[in-house]
């Protein structure tokens, strides 16, 4: 793993308060990495924040939504054949120390994704509101029972990726519900995964988009797309 090349993608939109700190962040942790800002047609100063943090920058035309943004990221190093990728938020409340947690996790075992749980040590959330924690322990009690696997954290967008993985979300990638839908696309490509703990931090600057109440309206509907898919794919199998 010492030779390999490690991608850092960090999705952001209007992160211009946070982005360079994150940059910042990342690259004192990983000096051999590097790192490339999706920037999601962002409104603000994001993509030129991220450059002269010494980021790269991959502009969207316009907002896709994060799951085409990740996309992208994939298809990024999957072009430049990057072994490892590793994918952040780029709003900063990832501590950048989980970076090297998440890698070694990777190097030491037999699996394909390591995704950072907040939830599995009680440090690692700092505060997630009561609505969202609950519909979280609902959608992972949910994952658990379908891949057969222990799932604690559905909706982390802080992963480390190998070859095979980058490959599978090159080419495709969950759009509407990206992250629970991953965990069902890996299990259904017979990748393996697994859980680290990680600890977020709060955001400096700016609001979180996911209200209470969207975060409800969020989980609810993630629910019931993955048990529909589930459904149609028995159906299917019959």
């Known amino acids: 793993m010492n030779s390999a090349r490690i991608l850092v993608i960090l999705p952001a939109l209007n992160e211009e308060r946070n982005i360079a700190r994150t940059v910042r962040g990342i690259r004192q942790q990983l000096p051999g990495a590097d790192l490339l800002v999706v920037n999601d ?15 790269q ?16 990221g994939f298809q990024f190093a999957r072009a430049h054949q990057y072994d490892i990728v590793l994918r952040n938020d780029g709003d900063g409340q990832h501590e950048p120390e989980a970076n090297a947690d998440l ?26 509101p009561l609505l969202r924690r609950l519909g979280s322990a609902i959608l992972a ?6 891949i057969g696997q222990r799932v604690t954290d559905p909706t982390s967008g802080c992963a ?37 703990p990680v600890r977020m931090i709060p955001r400096q600057h700016g609001d979180s988009s996911i209200t209470p ?11 019931l ?14």
């Open 41 to 55: 047609g962002s409104s603000d100063d994001t993509a030129a924040v991220a450059r002269a943090a010494g980021a």
């Open 57 to 72: 920058s991959l502009d969207l035309p316009y907002n896709l939504g994060i799951g085409a943004a990740v996309q992208a």
């Open 103 to 128: 890698l070694r996790c990777l190097e030491s075992t037999d699996v394909d994704v390591v995704i950072g749980s907040r939830f599995i040590d009680a440090r690692g959330d700092y505060g997630t």
């Open 141 to 146: 009690r949910l994952l658990t029972r379908i």
């Open 160 to 196: 480390a990726f190998n070859r095979r993985a980058i490959d599978l979300f090159a080419q495709a990638y969950p759009h509407d519900y990206p992250e629970p839908e991953a965990i069902l696309m890996l299990h259904r490509s017979g990748l393996r995964q697994m859980e680290a």
């Open 213 to 223: 109440l969207r975060s409800v309206y969020y989980m609810v509907k993630v629910i």
């Open 225 to 238: 797309a993955i048990l529909i898919n589930v459904l149609r794919r028995s159906r299917v199998d019959q």
